[in-house]
């Protein structure tokens, strides 16, 4: 289990300098102050390693859900809710496989 | 997204053993995660990856062009992106440690895909593309509605790591269909540079995707990442301190009772084969105890958290409504 903590902290830090490419322009696109999204009562994504969002229609009805990973590779999901103000999330519940367990994503 | 074209949603993410995983939907529900391996059954990685045969980091040159020497490259990101508009879905792996993307081409068919053995370098100018703060995410979407799916990166690196390029990145591409042209990177968000008195912004460790969240014709952004802020010191009452000092003893109360159930649980463990049924059956009642243990000690964390004041992080995930551009 050590060895497998210790291998992120060696890539950071051997991460190497910045290149010729590195530096950005700025990009055509004005946005809102950004607003924490809840799930159902709490934060959506809170506490968890590394949270990825990606939006998938879980449950086919159309609208786009919210699925986040984690480092552990286990997901879950917080399903939009229905209706026309903004967007509104259920509580994260755990994305499961077909045989009843979490999905899990083997990260290592 | 629909891996195998049956009509169904299928999942496919990249992971910190260096190798995509696709978990295939059906009517039934999503089967658990897989490996996608190449053309002749092996695993798809960079150079870098967990062994799990020897329980070890290892590396490998397998998957580089032959006559190349790429750095060191772990790919923890992939998602599935049709790069030659041929039918079939190609992966991009987004390197962890270079920042750098590669693809790997399907040479397959739909349904029935046939991944090449090698990682091919996504170009700029006839250089590697190199993703500013490295790659945590990926995702392929058409962000400037031209009909060509660009890349919206997250990177791994932010104000944490002094990164000031670190954010979520839009690589548009500037190609045409089944020739991807991709560009210089542009921040659409930047990682904060001071910390708030809030977790009003993130500050790394980006995860991104887009969708039109409040209906209004255009992609708005959410982005999952760290926040870190500092908590502007207050006076408790007297009612507030009680609770402070009743949150803090049980969590050392919990602290004792969850190390005496995992010495426990190791010491009954020892001896026995992992794989045995005897084993499973003492990991599931030792995962029974614990549970409600960690979910009390999650709540008096987070009871003790709104207590104390100063350096504060957490992970977040913020929506970006997008107004304009």
Not at chain 2, 36 to 43: K, N
Not at chain 2, 69 to 97: E, I, K, M, N, Q
Not at chain 2, 160 to 174: D, Q, Y
Not at chain 2, 190 to 217: N, T
Request: aromatic share 8%; net charge negative.
């Amino acid at each position: 289990m050590t060895t497998r903590w210790l291998f992120p902290l060696l890539l950071l830090s051997a991460a190497p300098g910045p290149t010729a490419q590195e530096g950005t322009s700025p990009a055509p696109a004005r946005f809102a102050p950004p607003v924490l999204l809840e799930a159902g009562d709490k934060l959506l994504g809170a506490r968890r390693l590394y949270p990825s969002p990606g939006f998938h229609d879980v449950d086919g009805d159309g609208r786009a859900d919210l699925v986040i990973g984690d480092l552990w590779g286990r997901f879950t999901v917080a399903r939009r809710l229905a209706d026309d103000g903004p967007p509104r999330f259920g509580a994260e519940d755990w994305l499961l496989a077909r045989d009843g367990e979490k999905l899990d994503f083997s990260n290592w | 997204m629909d891996f195998d074209g049956d009509g169904r949603l299928d999942l496919v993410a990249g992971t910190f053993s260096g190798s995509p995983h696709l978990a295939l939907g059906s009517a039934e529900g999503f089967a658990q995660p897989r490996q996608i391996l190449d053309g002749a059954g092996e695993r798809i990685l960079l150079n870098e990856f967990w062994n799990y045969e020897t329980e070890e980091w290892d590396s490998t040159r397998r998957c580089d062009v032959p006559g190349t020497s790429p750095p060191a490259g772990h790919a923890t990101s992939a998602v599935a992106f049709d790069w030659d508009a041929d039918g079939d879905l190609d992966l991009l792996l987004g390197d962890y440690r270079s920042g750098r993307i590669f693809r790997r081409m399907n040479e397959g068919k739909p349904g029935a895909p046939r991944f090449a053995g090698v990682n091919l370098p996504v170009l700029l100018d006839g250089e590697p593309l190199v993703i500013p703060g490295k790659i945590e995410s990926l995702r392929p979407l058409d962000w400037d509605g031209d009909g060509l799916l660009d890349l919206l990166c997250g990177s791994v690196e932010g104000r944490m790591k002094g990164n000031a390029a670190g954010g979520i990145l839009w690589v548009r591409n500037g190609g045409q269909r089944g020739e991807p042209r991709f560009e210089t990177p542009r921040a659409l968000v930047s990682a904060v540079r001071e910390l708030p008195s809030r977790p009003a912004l993130p500050f790394g460790g980006f995860y991104a995707d887009a969708a039109d969240l409040d209906g209004d014709g255009d992609l708005d952004l959410v982005v999952g990442a760290k926040g870190e802020w500092d908590e502007p010191v207050r006076a408790l009452t007297p009612e507030e301190e009680e609770r402070l000092k009743q949150a803090r003893r049980e969590l050392e109360e919990l602290r004792q009772t969850i190390d005496a159930a995992y010495a426990a649980f190791e010491q009954e463990l020892a001896g026995l084969d992992e794989d045995s049924p005897q084993a499973r059956a003492l990991v599931e009642s030792h995962q029974e105890k614990v549970r409600p243990l960690f979910e009390r000690q999650r709540q008096r964390t987070e009871e003790q958290d709104g207590l104390t004041f100063g350096r504060k992080e957490s992970t977040f995930v913020w929506w970006y409504e997008r107004l304009g551009g």
